[in-house]
């Protein structure tokens, strides 16, 4: 079993920096899949991106090339989105989610969710 917990979200201005966070409980974390996803109001919750156990592959939305990071430190069971140039429309919540298949886009493959962090950026 494996429990998600974000934290890191808040209000920002456009073009600003936000890191999120999202500490795991649990042996096996360092042996999972970590992906972020967001969902926006009326929208589906939509992939952003994920990061492989070893941290050596990671796959981005396209939205979010260039500006957003994934990391992740399994000496502390945690995984990092560092968001830069936030814009108006990164405005969603944000899970945390963990499988034990490879870095996927679709949410269905994803066996473990955070309860999700509110990001806002305002124009």
């Known amino acids: 079993q494996v429990q998600l917990v974000e934290s890191g979200g808040g209000l920002v201005q456009a073009g600003g920096s936000l890191r999120l966070s999202c500490a795991a409980s649990g042996r096996t974390f360092s042996r999972r899949v970590m992906a972020w996803f967001r969902q926006a109001p009326g929208k589906e919750r939509e992939f952003v991106t994920g990061?492989?156990?070893?941290?050596?592959?990671?796959r981005y939305a396209d939205s979010v090339k260039g500006r957003f990071t994934i990391s992740r430190d399994n000496s502390r069971n945690t995984v990092y989105l560092q968001m830069n140039s936030l814009k108006p429309e990164d405005t969603a919540v944000y899970y945390c989610?963990?499988?034990?298949?490879?870095?996927?886009?679709?949410?269905?493959?994803?066996?473990?969710w955070g309860q999700g962090t509110q990001v806002t950026v305002s124009s």
């Open positions: 989610a963990a499988t034990n298949f490879g870095v996927q886009t679709t949410r269905e493959t994803y066996s473990y």
């Open positions: 990061i492989t156990w070893s941290g050596d592959n990671t």
